[in-house]
């Protein structure tokens, strides 16, 4: 069975910074695209950045390019996303999901529960 | 990018009814385009991908069809448990991008 548990998210301030983490099980980790959707409270969603399968190739939304970095550990079966430079609209429940083969532009087929991240002074 | 609306924002209907909602891309993507469920406080769920195909575990009363810019995903026969918010997305290039939702209610 296919798990994806996210964790890390909490409160911080503006201009902070923050790393989630998605401990994925039940699938080959490395050869599958991964990848971060987010949702605002009471909003739709948003993809947030993926990383290909076995390409390593990373890509992102430009609202969070050159502040959020995404990263893998194939050997732990984790997906990471550290995040500088908080904003209050980066405030939003943080989705891991991965997607149905190993490069980006595919559907979404598992998702965890999500991370909850405020930022808020 | 692909701006992705759909129509209505939001619907009621009853148990048994049939129920369409559309989808409109910005430009045309062929058929790159899926459909997800997501119950209030529940992760997403992946209903229909590449425009028509039935994702495993889904009941066949869900559907969907198009292809370029117009999609629609029908349900046959309502059932309580599809009471729920409905959103598009395009795969077709990045940024990935998402319809705003439909919201279906009792």
Known sequence: EVQLVESGGGLVQPGGSLRVSCAASGFTFSIYGMSWVRQAPGKGLEWVSTFSGSGGSTYYADSVKGRFTLSRDNSKNTLYLQMNGLRSEDTALYYCAKLRGDYAELPFDYWGQGTLVSVSS | ?106
Not at chain 2, 23 to 52: F, V
Not at chain 2, 61 to 76: A, H, N, V, W
């Open chain 2, 1 to 106: 990018d692909i701006q992705m609306t759909q129509s209505p924002s939001s619907l009621s209907a009853c148990v048994g009814d049939r129920v369409t909602i559309t989808c409109q891309a910005s430009q045309a993507i062929s058929t790159y385009l899926n459909w997800y469920q997501q119950k209030p406080g529940k992760a997403p769920r992946l209903l229909i991908y590449d425009a028509s195909n039935l994702e495993t575990g889904v009941p066949s009363r869900f559907s969907g069809s198009g292809s370029g810019t117009d999609f629609t995903l029908t349900i046959s026969s309502l059932q309580p448990e599809d009471f729920a918010t409905y959103f598009c997305q395009q795969c077709d290039e990045l940024p990935l991008t998402f319809g705003p939702g439909t919201k279906l209610d009792i």
